[in-house]
């Protein structure tokens, strides 16, 4: 019997499932919003028809906007140096990093995947930014970002949330504690803690770029969304192909 079994309860037999209707509960919520006109109630109250007041706001701008992506692309750094790092990680010192050097590798390859599927939506969107729209003194007019083939009259690339992806693009993070692969046993403490740390960065970073003017609410949810099916996914992939590699025979004791 593996160590940790007895420091540890079993955890769930499939614990997908509940994982699964969260993201389908936030992807309900999501369309919900989408459905109705809170994107623009929410923009009109914020701005003005002269532009958003908080736009080149020195807080908004310079620290929760610039300093927070150096910050994300910093953070994407260190997350490769400890997927390629060659030796192990003792969970006693550090619980929130102690992962087979396989599962490092798929978190990374993951989070790049996150990053770059929003990236990628963004530059085929012509949806604009709301600070292009006429209703606050630009040119274009508000067109649902779901007319793919709608040019609005502005530049487009706006949607989903670029900024939000600094956060939620980290979301693949969790998986390994809260979905460990078949036969591992590892206390979930830390996937609560990622999980919590990349949601509110992302929600922050998504405030942050609606008070300024560039982002409705929903550009952040459908980033969360995202983000959260590519990372989900994956996972459910890299499980298969870990325990299939004897993935199984690794705990966190062991790492």
Request: aromatic fraction near 8%; proline fraction near 9%; hydrophobic fraction near 50%.
């Amino acid at each position: 019997m593996p160590p940790t079994t007895a420091l540890h309860p079993q955890p769930l037999a499939n614990p997908a499932p509940p994982i699964a209707m969260g993201l389908l509960l936030v992807v309900a919520l999501t369309v919900l919003w989408d459905m109705g006109s809170g994107d623009l109630a929410v923009m009109r109250w914020i701005g003005t028809p002269q532009g958003f007041p908080m736009r080149s706001d020195w807080l908004l701008q310079a620290v929760l906007h610039d300093t927070l992506r150096q910050a994300c692309t910093a953070l994407w750094g260190l997350l490769g140096a400890w997927a390629l790092w060659p030796t192990a990680w003792t969970p006693h010192r550090s619980p929130a990093f102690a992962l087979p050097r396989s599962e490092r590798l798929w978190v990374l390859a993951l989070v790049s995947a996150s990053l770059l599927a929003v990236s990628l939506i963004k530059l085929r969107s012509q949806t604009s930014c709301p600070w292009d729209l006429d209703l606050f003194g630009g040119q274009a007019r508000h067109v649902s970002h779901w007319h793919w083939a709608q040019a609005d009259g502005g530049p487009g690339r706006c949607f989903p949330g670029g900024h939000a992806s600094s956060g939620m693009g980290f979301l693949a993070l969790c998986l390994p504690w809260l979905l460990p692969p078949p036969g591992v046993v590892r206390p979930a403490r830390p996937g609560w803690r990622w999980l919590a740390a990349a949601v509110v960065t992302g929600l922050v970073a998504g405030a942050v770029q609606t008070l300024r003017g560039a982002h409705y609410p929903s550009h952040t949810l459908w980033t969360l969304v995202i983000c959260g099916a590519v990372s989900l996914l994956g996972w459910l992939v890299a499980r298969q192909h870990i325990a299939g590699a004897g993935g199984q025979s690794h705990s966190a004791a062991r790492v």
